[in-house]
Each structure stands twice: as C-alpha cells, then as structure tokens.
C-alpha cells in the first residue's frame, strides 16, 4: 500500500469511527464518511470491501481497547484475594472508561450497537462482554463458595457492571452527581463506593 493509500484508509477509519458512533451504523452512508474524510466515495470498496467491512474493521479497532481495559482491570488483581481482585478491577475499569482521557466514541458506537444491533453484536459479546462476565463471575463465586454458573452470581456480577456502565455515560452522571468529574480522586472515590455496596450485597448473600 502506498503512503497516499495508507494516509486515506487512516483518515476513512478515522472518520467512519466518529460518525458510527454519532449516529449508529444504519444512519451513516458511505458518501457521508468519505466527505468526512475528503476521500473519493470508491475509498470505502478499495480499502474495507464495503460499508460492512469497515465498520467492521471500525468494530476491531475499539474491542482491542475494550479487551486491554479488561486485561489490566485484571493485572491489577493479581495476586490478591478475590475481594481485593474485585476491587482492583473496578478501580481500573472506571479509570480507563471514565478517567481523563478515555475514548468516549467507543462508548458511543456500543451503545448504538446495543440499541440497535448488527450481526457483528455476537463478536463483541464473544470477544469482550463473555470474558468479563466469566472474570467476574469466577471472583463472585469464589466469594460466595458457589458455582460460577449459580443464577445468584449471575445476578450479582450483573449488578456490578451495571454500576459500572451507570457512570460511563457523564452527561447522566453530572446530573445526579453534580461533583462528579474524571479526575483521579474522584474516581477512586466512586470505585470504593462500587466496591463497598457491591461487596456487602455480596456477604449478604453469603450469609443469608
């Protein structure tokens, strides 16, 4: 590939990640992203195959951040109990999805994703929101002396992301928190709070 082909399927990706994570995938046209790229309309066939294809390639690009947010959410636990672990990973996974920073565009096009699916859904959920699951579910369960596959973990790992992802969204954290920010401090103050309740949810259960 020359470096005039490299230099437009950067600026297509690049503007094709913006407007599917503006408007979805449904509601951008091939000709707006190459207008938005100041590429000639046959640049999407050249380079992705068709509008499929890039968003595909669009897809990749922000699941190989997704997976390395989870990856250090759970480097951060190593080595440590269960309880730590948990706490370890939502402390990460807050900083480097609501921390300074962080790429709002990926939250986005998830969320168009999951509004209004695409058949490229099953590959996010394989890829990134079952090995999560499967992470949290094995520090859940090994808290609550159960089974992974208990409906009790299930519940509780989906509390816990549920939590997560509530905050992710800033514009609705800032209106119920008004001294919500993305700075460090007051991350870490969220991510305990996250841990605290989810944790005592937890023991509850436990001990019920």
Do not use: F, N
């Given at each position: 590939m020359s470096l005039k082909d490299r230099?437009?399927?950067?600026?297509?990706?690049?503007?094709a990640s913006r407007l599917f994570a503006a408007n979805g995938f449904e509601k951008v046209t091939v000709r707006e992203i190459c207008r938005a790229a100041e590429a000639n309309v046959a640049a999407v066939n050249y380079h992705f195959g068709d509008k499929e294809?890039?968003?595909?390639?669009?897809?990749?690009?922000?699941?190989?951040?997704m997976r390395a947010t989870t990856d250090a959410a759970r480097q951060a636990g190593t080595g440590?109990?269960?309880?730590q672990k948990l706490r370890a990973y939502i402390r990460v996974f807050l900083?480097?999805?609501?921390?300074?920073?962080?790429?709002?565009w990926i939250h986005q096009l998830m969320a168009?994703?999951?509004?209004?699916p695409t058949p490229a859904l099953d590959l996010v959920?394989?890829?990134?929101?079952?090995?999560?699951?499967?992470?949290?579910?094995?520090?859940?369960?090994?808290?609550?002396?159960?089974?992974?596959?208990?409906?009790?973990?299930?519940?509780?790992v989906l509390s816990i992301q549920s939590?997560?992802?509530?905050?992710m969204t800033s514009a609705v954290s800032r209106r119920f928190m008004p001294d919500f920010s993305d700075d460090s401090s007051a991350i870490e103050r969220l991510a305990q709070h996250i841990a605290e309740f989810s944790l005592g949810g937890i023991r509850s259960l436990k001990t019920a």
């Open positions: 230099e437009t399927h950067v600026r297509v990706l690049t503007a294809g890039l968003y595909h390639e669009v897809l990749a690009k922000a699941m190989e951040t440590g109990s269960s309880e900083q480097r999805v609501v921390g300074q920073g962080h790429d709002t168009h994703e999951i509004a209004d959920i394989d890829q990134v929101i079952r090995p999560r699951m499967a992470y949290l579910s094995d520090l859940v369960a090994d808290i609550l002396r159960l089974p992974s596959d208990d409906e009790r973990v299930l519940r509780c939590q997560c992802h509530a905050v």
